[in-house]
């Protein structure tokens, strides 16, 4: 069992920065692999970035590729995403999610995953 929370979502000007953690329970943290999914009004839920186990491996959706970027610190069980030059249409409830013990690969899959956090609310205004 794994227990996820996000935080640092908020809202901010288009062009700006926000910074979000998801801190996770339990001692398999490092052999999971973990995502972010973002959710929009009115749409299904979309993977926005993935890393693997040990962090060497990342994977990023079109629309955010170059502007976020994903991170881990293992001895911490905490998942970063450092989302810049942040615009409009990446309003959204943000999403950690957490792969199976032993997934350890990157992927951008939702059946990917087993466990999700609660989310946090990103709002970007024009």
């Known amino acids: 069992q794994v227990h996820l929370v996000e935080s640092g979502g908020g809202l901010v000007q288009a062009g700006g920065s926000l910074r979000l953690s998801c801190a996770a329970s339990?001692?398999?943290?490092?052999?999971?692999?973990m995502g972010w999914f973002r959710q929009a009004p009115g749409k299904e839920r979309e993977f926005a970035a993935t890393?693997?186990?040990?962090?060497?491996?990342?994977d990023y959706a079109g629309s955010v590729k170059g502007r976020f970027t994903i991170s881990r610190d293992n001895a911490k069980n905490t998942v970063y995403l450092q989302m810049n030059s942040l615009k409009p249409e990446d309003t959204a409830i943000y999403y950690c999610a957490a792969g199976p013990p032993g997934s350890g690969t990157a992927s951008g899959a939702y059946r990917a995953y087993d466990y999700w956090g609660q989310g946090t609310q990103v709002t970007v205004s024009s």
């Open positions: 339990g001692r398999t943290f490092s052999t999971r692999r």
């Open positions: 890393i693997n186990w040990s962090g060497s491996s990342t």
